[in-house]
């Protein structure tokens, strides 16, 4: 299930601090992006930020949560999002400084499927006619 309208108000106020927020439904769920980077996505109104090595350990608390899945093929896949810890949404600058990891995360994340400025262009072969 995508985020409620009021969910996605409430994540726009809560995570402002970060710069823009938007929201974006995808496969069923919507993605949270700041900067083009998705930091996060919303499932049943339920927040996950995402997770790489580098933070980790700073989202230790949330690992006894089960990650964001899906199924494929009968086999269960954990995504890199984890559930964000519902005593933070009390707790507002704590809840800035899990999702600025997040974001940092995001954003090697992206940096990692962008192919290097140098690297030479793949020539697309023409269409053939039929």
Known sequence: MVASDSYAEFLREQLAPLGPISLRRMFGKTGVFCGGAMLGMVTDNTLYFRVDDH???????????????????????????????????????????????????ARRVAAKRKPPASAPRRRQSPKRAR
Do not use: T
Request: no cysteine; aromatic share 12%; charged share 30%.
């Open 55 to 105: 933070n980790r350990e700073i989202f230790r608390e949330a690992e006894s949560s089960p990650p964001l899945n899906y199924r494929k093929g009968g086999v269960l896949i954990d995504l890199a999002f984890w559930r964000v810890p519902e005593r933070l949404f009390d707790e507002p600058d704590e809840l800035v400084v899990w999702a600025r990891a997040a974001l940092a995360a």
